[in-house]
């Protein structure tokens, strides 16, 4: 079984920074694709990041490009979510998740792994 645990989350001013971590352990932990979403109150679950394991071409939302930097370690198996220029609107919280595809990185049905989330909060 897979399981997918995030953690780094917490509380930040605005303009601040946070680094979120997602390790995965398991059996024939096996992912072509890696992605952090996140989900406010009251709304869907939105895509923020990926990551493409082989070659590590990365992808972003428009909302945080240039503001959130994806990476992986393959050896760590790990994940990672620079956030810096943090905006109140970013405050949610944070799930990362895995698949073996490698298209609709951006489409949440696409992952079969998810982690418990963590709570990013923003204040102004």
């Known amino acids: 079984q897979v399981q997918l645990v995030e953690s780094g989350g917490g509380l930040v001013q605005a303009g601040g920074s946070l680094r979120l971590s997602c390790a995965a352990s398991g059996r024939s932990f096996s992912s072509n694709t890696m992605g952090w979403f996140r989900q406010a109150p009251g709304k869907e679950r939105e895509f923020v990041a990926a990551?493409?394991?082989?070659?590590?071409?990365?992808y972003y939302a428009e909302s945080v490009k240039g503001r959130f930097t994806i990476a992986g370690d393959n050896a760590k198996n790990s994940m990672y979510l620079q956030m810096n220029s943090l905006k109140p609107e970013d405050t949610a919280v944070y799930y990362c998740?895995?698949?073996?595809?490698?298209?609709?990185?951006?489409?949440?049905?696409?992952?079969?792994?998810w982690g418990q989330g963590t709570q990013v909060t923003v204040s102004s």
């Open positions: 990551i493409r394991w082989t070659g590590g071409r990365t």
């Open positions: 998740a895995g698949t073996t595809r490698i298209t609709n990185y951006a489409t949440p049905e696409t992952y079969s792994y």
